[in-house]
């Protein structure tokens, strides 16, 4: 029985739930030999981000198209209802990947209260939250500048006549510059935590 296996076999006893997405996983991770169970934890981890970026990205969208708009009614960029948008749907997607990464990616680590590795997994993701909202806050409107034109033929081919906006422009650039910040900050998030909140695991 090789190493894989038999930490599958310890591990598999405590994991909350497995969904279809495991056989993928665990036969894409056997490939790395010695490093299968490190590249099961990163696929799983990666899975809890697309969720995260789900929740992430349709909490912006529902908040700019209600609540917050990025532009005022003489269409002028508004910074910070981007910087409170996207801080609300940060929070939500940090309870969302917790409670994944909890119960699914690190189901054996254990030698923490969940109270604690909260706090802990929080304090990560609230520094990748503070890059990611200066980055966002300041990039929207230039990157929406830049990718609208790019972006207008092919939404002429949809919505044909279709003339944007200054709002349409900066919710452009707030999904652009989110989508950068979500790699970047989901490569920050799993190396720090893998590092600290969840180092108890072999």
Partial sequence: MNQYNSAMEVTGTKRGFRNPLDIIIEAVARRFGSKSKEVERFLRFAVVGLIGAIVDFGTVFVLQATLLPPTNSNNEPIASNVALATSIAFLAAVVSNFIWNRYWTYPDSRSRSV????????????????????????????????????????????????????????????????????????????????IWTYNDVD
């Fill in 115 to 194: 109270r604690r590795q909260l706090v802990m997994f929080t304090f990560i993701s609230l520094v990748g939250w503070l890059a990611r909202t200066v980055w966002i806050s300041v990039a929207f409107n230039p990157l929406g500048e830049l990718m609208m034109p790019i972006l207008l033929p092919v939404i002429q081919i949809v919505r044909p006549g279709y003339v944007p906006s200054v709002t349409a422009s900066g919710k452009l650039g707030t999904m652009v510059a989110m989508l950068i910040g979500v790699v970047v900050v989901m490569f920050w998030n799993f190396i720090a935590n893998r």
